[in-house]
């Protein structure tokens, strides 16, 4: 299967509640991010605890920098508001980053792993939640 990784899950495999590694490496995933992932998980970084962000850091060296990232083009960001705006219609706010994540995953037909799933299915694209 071909999987979008959702930062959700990457955060969860940093504080060691998930090991995301095994899992792409046990089912024989074909794994991607997206350039929204980049910046939503470097937003993200501890800042206030010198071992969690050690921690955090050693992640991404190791593991999150070494994924193929999709980029966001214009045809991502269009995708991404037409997406929204359908769910928006049908009475779901979804965060910005989750179009944009529903986006790539529509244009390169791709499965997302996350842990909210209802916010991507309510954007029409599949996903799973590996943690369940």
Same mark, same amino acid.
């Given at each position: 299967?071909?999987? &979008?990784?959702?930062?959700?899950?990457?955060?969860?495999?940093?504080?060691?509640?998930?090991?995301?590694?095994?899992?792409?490496?046990?089912?024989?995933?074909?794994?991607?991010?997206?350039?929204?992932?980049? #910046?939503?998980?470097?937003?993200?970084? =501890?800042?206030?605890?010198?071992?969690?962000?050690?921690?955090? *850091?050693?992640?991404?060296?190791?593991?999150?920098? &070494?994924?193929?990232?999709? /980029?966001?083009?214009? *045809?991502?960001?269009?995708?991404?508001? #037409? &997406?929204?705006?359908?769910?928006?219609?049908?009475?779901?706010?979804? =965060?910005?980053?989750?179009?944009?994540?529903?986006?790539?995953?529509?244009?390169?037909?791709?499965?997302?792993?996350?842990?909210?799933?209802?916010?991507?299915?309510?954007?029409?694209?599949?996903?799973?939640? /590996?943690?369940?």
């Amino acid at each position: 299967m071909r999987i &979008l990784i959702d930062t959700s899950l990457l955060v969860e495999g940093e504080r060691r509640n998930f090991d995301l590694g095994k899992w792409v490496v046990g089912a024989r995933h074909e794994v991607f991010i997206c350039d929204a992932t980049v #910046a939503e998980y470097i937003a993200g970084k =501890p800042l206030k605890d010198a071992g969690k962000e050690h921690r955090w *850091q050693n992640y991404w060296d190791s593991f999150v920098s &070494l994924i193929t990232s999709v /980029p966001l083009d214009h *045809q991502v960001c269009e995708k991404a508001g #037409a &997406l929204l705006a359908d769910a928006r219609r049908a009475g779901k706010t979804i =965060p910005l980053g989750d179009g944009l994540h529903a986006a790539v995953a529509d244009l390169e037909d791709l499965t997302v792993a996350t842990v909210d799933v209802d916010h991507f299915r309510a954007l029409g694209v599949r996903a799973v939640n /590996p943690l369940k």
